[in-house]
């Protein structure tokens, strides 16, 4: 083995320990999620622990980071990131962040339509942080019925009923920041304004 090789792969070790600390692993949760045991993961972090692929790759799936990121490996190739749009609800989802657990970001469309389509409000558990980038949408929350043009943006709780549409049946896109119950989304791009429901804008 040369040494570069080896250079590389005694970097791995610390490299996942650092990885799990910020997404605020234990190892007994890595341990539980990837079926390597706690003392093998512990060794794999300290060096004690060669780093191969049946390891890494288990990894490599519960952080949702490329085997890449967990080497070090040089990025070679098209430099560009190749999204995967997700279908959903009739809507197209573009996820934007790899973190599981965390906030997630999503480029969401609507697609046009010759008639809006008729609310169906959900609830699940969560915050949700949006903002329009084009066309107009509906916003359904609770009793409220509310049109967003570009340029506005919304937080709420989504325990409470809502739909998201269009307002007129054209395209829309937004962004959306996702987060588990109680994180919320704080932007600031000018002088604070009181926020009235939930609704900023």
Wanted: proline share 9%; glycine share 10%.
């Amino acid at each position: 083995m040369d040494h570069e090789t080896e250079d590389v792969l005694d970097a791995v070790g610390p490299r996942l320990r650092a990885l799990r600390r910020n997404r605020g692993i234990t190892l007994a949760d890595l341990a539980a999620t990837t079926g390597v045991s706690e003392s093998t993961l512990s060794r794999l972090e300290s060096g004690q622990r060669r780093a191969t692929l049946e390891l890494l790759l288990p990894l490599a799936r519960t952080y949702d980071v490329p085997l890449d990121d967990l080497v070090g490996a040089p990025r070679t190739g098209d430099p560009r990131i190749h999204l995967k749009p997700i279908r959903r609800f009739g809507m197209i989802f573009v996820p934007l962040s790899r973190r599981p657990g965390g906030t997630q970001a999503f480029k969401m469309i609507i697609p046009a339509r010759p008639e809006p389509l008729e609310p169906t409000p959900q609830t699940h558990e969560g915050f949700e942080w949006l903002y329009v980038l084009n066309g107009r949408l509906r916003l359904v929350l609770g009793e409220r019925d509310l049109t967003l043009p570009p340029g506005e943006a919304a937080e709420f709780d989504t325990s409470l009923p809502h739909w998201l549409g269009s307002a007129d049946g054209g395209v829309v896109e937004l962004l959306i920041l996702f987060g588990l119950q109680g994180m919320r989304a704080h932007v600031r791009a000018g002088p604070h304004r009181p926020s009235h429901g939930g609704i900023q804008r």
